[in-house]
């Protein structure tokens, strides 16, 4: 008995000795640091605390930071220990008020799908204190577990086999499935968008994860009984995948990060992190789903603010300065245009008094690396923005339902986007029709898309406005065409490419994944952009230096010039006066 009690502890110390090289094992606790907007004192909470783990800057005199309890002493004995305000941020736990009959019910409504229809007729009927969606078959004013969502999954895959495709995308670090659907109608429809939604990147931010489920409900049962126009339209012409928790384990144990304590939001790769820590399994499986599936809009559901972030996140490598460094993609128009979308559709998030307009540019906010939606963006053909749908992370479950009226209308805005701007068609062989692997590029955008291999179709959003489009593919000329895109919806495309001297650009690679998906890297384009942003500001600099040594020197010269003849006019007019 002693030998094995011995063996289990020495076992549990080599598995914490494991996690400890991964990230930090301790359980953080989230404070509110005020710093008043003293530069001096942000530079150096971010160099006494190794891997600051930032939560959120509030506004621009506090952030929202998780601290050790030997963080905590180190910044209340430090050198600022004076300036440095600390309060413990107390957040609510998602169990409350919890149905207990919730599980009993999905089983029964399983076993007798006649009683389940019936309650579909029964749309706004309350049990006690619930509150009912108008499918009848979801109770709002509650948070569901892992086992209430893979019984709720299950219901709706058996009542809508023919809109919806439950299945998992991999596994958490405690074997939890990570469950995905994709609902879509009419299959017949060619060139359809794919939209993916993910909730609950973060285990202790969950109404990104209850809108989903609540969307999920809302949109199969309003196909099928024909109940919103803007969903038939969504749904029969574009595909909509959700996750609604990529982070099950951290949800279970209400934390922030998975079962290794990890950041997920910090875990992509990134060639600018700081952190060398491995990729989770929960980042692995995105990054594999994200590459088998040619999804052109994203977006992911965050809590702890009110506001649309939109990329980069990171500053590149070129501030240390943790906000307040706007760092613009090539495409930061239609990414504003698809915050705003949003943002404008929601009830509250516009009229935000700490964010114009209820957006922000990622960075501009807060820097941060190993970030979602830069990885989405530089990697794919994609485009991604991070939504903070509540101020409180776990608000009262009574609330929830006032939280899905504030974002149902933002949500169906946003998965309209892709009707409604950019471009998309087909790269063809000209003369046998074969669809082709090319690049879509544009003039002014240097940020270069790529066609999906078997069927050489593309899409991608801009925003309206007139434009160079060029098609390029290895062993073929590439053709140039000027567009107008128009502001309301989205137009299609086509290239025929005639077989010709070989086209490739020098800032083409490919990586290939699983056969079917082929995308192209723009890292070395971020990459180069960056290089000739700092070029372009030394030469600028060298030109002012030489300007200014050159003004200053003519100046000089004039000086002298000047002095000297004012010398000799005195000279010659003394020599007059003394002769005359």
Same mark, same amino acid.
């Given at each position: 008995?002693?030998f094995k009690?011995?063996?289990?502890?020495?076992?549990? &110390?080599?598995?914490?000795?494991?996690?400890?090289?991964?990230?930090?094992?301790e359980?953080?606790?989230?404070?509110?640091?005020?710093?008043?907007?003293?530069?001096k004192?942000?530079?150096?909470?971010?160099?006494a605390?190794?891997?600051?783990?930032?939560?959120h800057?509030r506004?621009s005199e506090?952030?929202?930071? =998780?601290?050790?309890?030997?963080?905590?002493?180190?910044?209340?004995?430090?050198?600022f220990?004076?300036?440095?305000?600390?309060?413990?941020v107390?957040?609510m736990?998602?169990?409350?008020?919890q149905?207990?009959?919730?599980?009993?019910?999905?089983e029964?409504?399983q076993?007798?799908?006649?009683?389940?229809v019936?309650?579909l007729?029964?749309?706004?009927?309350l049990?006690?204190?619930m509150?009912?969606?108008?499918?009848?078959?979801? %109770?709002l004013?509650?948070?569901?577990?892992?086992?209430?969502?893979?019984?709720?999954?299950?219901?709706?895959?058996?009542?809508?086999?023919?809109?919806?495709?439950?299945?998992s995308?991999?596994?958490?670090? %405690?074997?939890r499935?990570?469950?995905?659907?994709?609902?879509?109608?009419?299959?017949?429809?060619?060139?359809?968008?794919?939209?993916?939604?993910?909730?609950?990147?973060?285990?202790?931010?969950?109404v990104?994860?209850?809108?989903?489920?609540? &969307?999920i409900?809302?949109?199969?049962?309003?196909?099928? =009984?024909?109940?919103?126009?803007?969903?038939?339209? #969504?749904?029969e012409?574009?595909?909509?995948?959700?996750?609604?928790?990529?982070?099950?384990?951290?949800?279970? &144990?209400?934390?922030?990060?998975?079962?290794?304590?990890?950041?997920?939001?910090?875990?992509?790769?990134?060639? $600018?992190s700081?952190?060398?820590?491995?990729?989770?399994?929960?980042? %692995?499986?995105?990054?594999?789903?994200?590459?088998?599936n040619? /999804?052109?809009l994203?977006?992911?559901?965050?809590?702890?603010?009110?506001?649309?972030?939109?990329?980069?996140?990171?500053?590149?490598?070129?501030?240390?300065?943790?906000?307040?460094?706007?760092s613009?993609?090539?495409?930061?128009? #239609?990414?504003?245009?698809?915050? &705003?979308t949003?943002?404008?559709?929601?009830?509250?998030?516009?009229?935000?008094?700490?964010?114009?307009?209820?957006?922000?540019?990622?960075?501009?906010?807060?820097?941060?690396?190993?970030?979602?939606?830069d990885?989405?963006?530089?990697?794919?053909?994609?485009?991604?923005?991070?939504?903070?749908?509540?101020?409180?992370?776990?608000?009262?479950?009574?609330?929830?339902p006032? /939280?899905?009226?504030?974002n149902?209308q933002?949500?169906?805005?946003?998965?309209?986007?892709?009707?409604?701007?950019?471009?998309?068609?087909?790269?063809?062989?000209?003369n046998?029709?074969?669809?082709?692997?090319?690049?879509?590029?544009?003039?002014?955008?240097?940020?270069?898309i790529?066609?999906?291999?078997?069927?050489?179709?593309?899409?991608?959003?801009?925003?309206?406005?007139? $434009?160079?489009?060029?098609?390029?593919?290895?062993?073929y000329?590439?053709?140039?065409?000027?567009?107008?895109?128009?502001?309301?919806?989205?137009?299609?495309?086509?290239?025929?490419?005639?077989?010709?001297?070989?086209t490739t650009?020098?800032?083409?690679?490919?990586?290939?994944?699983?056969?079917?998906?082929? /995308?192209?890297?723009?890292?070395?384009?971020?990459?180069?952009?960056?290089?000739?942003?700092i070029?372009?500001?030394?030469? =600028?600099?060298?030109?002012?230096?030489?300007?200014?040594?050159?003004?200053?020197?003519?100046?000089?010269?004039?000086?002298?010039?000047?002095?000297?003849?004012?010398?000799?006019?005195?000279?010659?007019?003394?020599? $007059?006066?003394?002769?005359?």
């Open positions: 008995m002693k009690t011995l063996s289990y502890l020495v076992a549990v &110390l080599v598995i914490s000795s494991l996690n400890g090289c991964i990230s930090v094992v359980n953080n606790k989230l404070y509110r640091i005020q710093h008043n907007s003293n530069l004192l942000i530079k150096y909470i971010y160099k605390i190794e891997n600051l783990n930032v939560d800057h506004n506090e952030f929202d930071v =998780y601290l050790s309890n030997k963080d905590k002493e180190i910044l209340q004995t430090g050198e220990k004076d300036q440095i305000k600390l309060v413990e107390m957040d736990s998602h169990d409350t008020f149905n207990n009959n919730f599980n009993d019910e999905m029964e409504q076993q007798d799908q006649s009683l389940f019936d309650r007729t029964k749309r706004d009927k049990v006690d204190d509150v009912i969606s108008e499918s009848g078959i979801l %109770q004013n509650k948070y569901h577990s892992y086992s209430d969502l893979q019984r709720f999954l299950q219901v709706i895959s058996t009542t809508y086999p023919q809109l919806t495709k439950v299945y995308i991999g596994k958490s670090v %405690q074997g499935d990570l469950f995905a659907i994709d609902i879509t109608a009419n299959n017949s429809v060619p060139f359809k968008p794919a939209t993916k939604l993910i909730g609950n990147m973060h285990g202790d931010e969950v990104g994860r209850q809108m989903l489920i609540y &969307l409900d809302y949109l199969c049962w309003s196909y099928t =009984y024909n109940k919103d126009p803007e969903v038939k339209t #969504i749904l012409q574009t595909k909509i995948s959700i996750l609604p928790t990529m982070n099950p384990d951290g949800y279970e &144990l209400k934390q922030r990060g998975n079962a290794n304590r990890m950041d997920l939001n910090r875990n992509f790769p990134d060639q $600018y700081k952190s060398k820590s491995p990729i989770q399994p929960e980042v %692995q499986a995105v990054i594999d789903w994200s590459m088998k040619n /999804f052109l994203s977006a992911n559901l965050h809590g702890g603010d009110l506001v649309v972030n939109y990329p980069y996140d990171s500053t590149k490598g070129l501030s240390e300065y943790p906000e307040g460094i706007y613009f993609t090539p495409d930061d128009n #239609i990414f504003r245009r698809i915050a &705003l949003y943002s404008l559709s929601h009830t509250k998030m516009s009229k935000s008094v700490d964010f114009f307009a209820g957006i922000v540019n990622g960075a501009n906010w807060y820097s941060l690396e190993g970030g979602m939606q990885w989405v963006y530089d990697n794919t053909n994609g485009f991604e923005v991070t939504i903070e749908l509540s101020n409180v992370k776990t608000p009262h479950d009574i609330e929830l006032t /939280f899905w009226d504030d149902k933002a949500l169906k805005k946003f998965m309209e986007l892709p009707l409604k701007c950019g471009i998309y068609g087909q790269v063809l062989d000209s046998t029709k074969k669809p082709l692997t090319a690049t879509i590029s544009m003039t002014k955008i240097k940020h270069r790529s066609t999906w291999p078997s069927t050489g179709e593309y899409s991608r959003m801009l925003d309206y406005g007139i $434009y160079n489009v060029t098609a390029s593919a290895a062993g000329l590439s053709k140039t065409e000027t567009i107008w895109v128009p502001a309301d919806k989205r137009l299609k495309l086509d290239f025929h490419l005639v077989p010709g001297k070989e650009p020098d800032d083409l690679f490919l990586s290939k994944s699983n056969g079917d998906c082929l /995308f192209y890297g723009r890292s070395k384009t971020v990459v180069e952009d960056i290089d000739t942003i070029l372009q500001s030394r030469v =600028y600099i060298l030109v002012f230096i030489f300007g200014c040594f050159f003004e200053v020197t003519l100046i000089i010269i004039i000086y002298y010039l000047k002095n000297r003849c004012g010398v000799r006019s005195r000279v010659n007019r003394n020599h $007059y006066n003394i002769i005359a």
